[in-house]
């Protein structure tokens, strides 16, 4: 009996080793993507154009995102107007928020500021001028984020708007200052 007992503990303890030597593993990759950083540089800032200083009245110039100029005020050759374009470029695979984080109510200079409004702008990709390529969410002034995007690509933005001269506005140039800032999501 006793060797019985010996031998049922010799197998007992052989059967546990065996159950334990069964260990499973398994193998995690480790990855980082390096991605270029956002550059957002101006390609063509918005210019109304020369306007004829009003007299008697206020006038308005609207420059729209295909540089058409309308509006009241008389153009007065020598500056052709012209919508603004950002041009961001961003690395593969990457996902980004665009935002105006400065956006001019006013242009200064000679005289009292001349107003803006009314602006407009686009998303595009590949397009410096917005009428080719492929349009992307953008919503106007207001932060945006484009997700769809996920090979390197160059964004451009388009914006437009309107300025308002007044009756007694000064001739001289008038400037102010829009600031896109991208980011990635």
């Known amino acids: 009996m006793k060797t019985t007992m010996k031998l049922f503990a010799a197998i007992t303890i052989?059967?546990?080793?065996?159950?334990?030597?069964?260990?499973?593993?398994?193998?995690m990759t480790a990855t980082a993507a390096v991605v270029n950083a956002l550059a957002v540089t101006v390609t063509q800032p918005l210019n109304f154009g020369n306007i004829l200083k009003p007299s008697g009245s206020s006038v308005t110039r609207i420059v729209a995102l295909d540089d058409q100029?309308?509006?009241?005020?008389?153009?007065?050759?020598?500056?052709?107007?012209?919508?603004?374009?950002?041009?961001?470029?961003?690395?593969?695979?990457?996902?980004?928020?665009?935002?105006?984080?400065?956006i001019a109510g006013t242009l200064t200079g000679a005289g009292a500021p001349m107003a803006m409004s009314?602006?407009?702008?686009?998303?595009?990709?590949?397009?410096?001028?917005?009428?080719?390529?492929?349009?992307?969410?953008?919503?106007?002034?207001?932060?945006?984020s484009i997700t769809t995007l996920t090979a390197a690509t160059d964004i451009y933005v388009h914006i437009g708007g309107t300025v308002?001269?007044?009756?007694?506005?000064?001739?001289?140039v008038y400037t102010g200052t829009i600031t896109l800032q991208a980011t990635y999501n």
Request: aromatic content about 4%; some cysteine.
């Open 69 to 102: 100029a309308t509006g009241s005020a008389t153009a007065v050759a020598g500056v052709t107007p012209k919508h603004g374009i950002f041009k961001i470029v961003k690395g593969a695979n990457t996902n980004l928020s665009v935002t105006y984080t400065a």
């Open 14 to 27: 052989m059967l546990g080793f065996s159950m334990m030597s069964k260990a499973q593993t398994a193998d």
């Open 118 to 144: 009314g602006y407009v702008s686009k998303c595009n990709i590949n397009s410096t001028d917005g009428s080719t390529g492929v349009d992307v969410s953008c919503v106007a002034l207001a932060p945006t």
């Open 164 to 172: 308002t001269a007044a009756d007694a506005q000064l001739a001289g």
